[in-house]
């Protein structure tokens, strides 16, 4: 939500609603199920701690509210559930800021984890396997304008898709706590799934402790996995609200 706090010891914290709606099911580009949908709606609880500026943790803890999807299992069409507890991610990122004379911006370098602490129902929203990557950030941000880009490398053990997640932010300072934005997200994993999203947001700082966000991305050309069916992508919302100190 662009909202840690940059003074040693500050924290913070936020709620994101997710909603993401899938309408096809995929292999490559083949459309194996036309009308087969994915609905998913869940809740983030993420946290994080500043010791200083260049050094912090973060934790993301989601919980799936609902979950159901169209599957094809052996020649048949079967629905699937799936709620509660997903896999939480702890991060470690690492800033370095820089001041010009009329911009100022950040790089980061953070490490993370992913812990398989999802719970097993009709089918998995989440890997539920042990997951490790690295993300690598820029950003930096003028009176009137904003730009933000990053790249993480996902690698996983119990034979799941390791995956290359990538995203492109522009925005425009409205006011000096108003953004409006346009986002990318680009996603590739090792079955050949991979997809784009692309749509706008808004974040609103209400004042030093309070902060709103609400995003809308639309999936464009989904390609499947090579090997298996799946629901690619999808269209999403997310509404947020967060607080720091």
Avoid at 96 to 108: A, P
Avoid at 189 to 208: C, E, H, M, T
């Amino acid at each position: 939500m662009n909202m840690m706090p940059r003074w040693n010891g500050g924290y913070g914290w936020q709620i994101l609603y997710e909603s993401i709606s899938r309408d096809n099911l995929l292999q490559a580009d083949e459309v194996i199920g036309k009308g087969w949908t994915e609905d998913i709606h869940q809740l983030n609880f993420q946290g994080v701690y500043t010791w200083d500026r260049s050094i912090r943790v973060t934790v993301k803890i989601p919980y799936v509210l609902n979950a159901e999807r169209e599957n094809l299992i052996n020649g048949q069409k079967i629905n699937q559930t799936d709620q509660g507890l997903g896999d939480i991610t702890i991060a470690l990122p690492l800033k370095k800021y820089f001041n010009l004379m009329r911009r100022t911006g950040s790089w980061t370098l953070a490490p993370q984890v992913r812990i398989p602490t999802a719970t097993k129902d009709g089918y998995d929203v989440w890997e539920r396997a042990w997951g490790s990557a690295i993300f690598l950030g820029y950003e930096t941000e003028t009176r009137n304008y904003f730009f933000a880009t990053g790249i993480s490398y996902w690698i996983f053990d119990s034979n799941k898709d390791d995956f290359i997640h990538s995203s492109l932010d522009i925005g425009w300072n409205v006011k000096d706590n108003l953004q409006l934005l346009i986002e990318n997200d680009f996603h590739d994993d090792s079955a050949g799934k991979n997809y784009y999203l692309v749509g706008p947001a808004i974040y609103w700082r209400q004042n030093d402790i309070r902060h709103y966000r609400f995003e809308f991305k639309r999936e464009i050309n989904p390609t499947g996995p090579d090997n298996k069916v799946d629901h690619i992508g999808g269209n999403k919302i997310s509404i947020g609200v967060g607080f720091v100190y």
